[in-house]
């Protein structure tokens, strides 16, 4: 059975750094391409980057946030630097079918996601 668990979410204020992690059962991260996505309240689903054969960073957070992966953990993550109120969402990580250079393509698998709260 396919599973994705995320973790490190929490309450932080602004500029402090987070690392959020992606872990997997049920297949190896190693053979597919992950994507983590965010979701605030009220708005759209927002895909943030992602990891294949390539890399892929959103303009809203290239430069900020930094996707890597552990392949013996069969985990994923997130470096989260220099938070802002706006990256107050709902993170959450997926499997994907494709990265390209404009973006994350065909998301297949994903599980409950994280809440991460930016605030003064």
């Known amino acids: 059975q396919v599973q994705l668990v995320v973790s490190g979410g929490g309450l932080l204020q602004p500029g402090v750094p987070l690392r959020l992690s992606c872990a997997a059962s049920?297949?190896?991260?190693?053979?597919?391409?992950i994507v983590w996505f965010r979701q605030a309240p009220g708005k759209e689903r927002e895909g943030l980057s992602c990891m294949g054969t390539r890399t892929y960073y959103a303009n809203s957070v290239k430069g900020r946030f930094t996707i890597s992966r552990d392949n013996p953990k069969n985990t994923v993550y997130l470096q989260m630097n220099s938070l802002k109120p706006s990256d107050t969402a709902v993170y959450y990580c997926?499997?994907?079918?494709?990265?390209?250079?404009?973006?994350?393509?065909?998301?297949?698998?994903w599980g409950k996601g994280t809440l991460v709260t930016v605030s003064p």
């Open positions: 997926a499997t994907v079918r494709a990265v390209a250079n404009t973006g994350c393509y065909g998301m297949e698998h």
């Open positions: 049920g297949f190896n991260l190693r053979d597919e391409a």
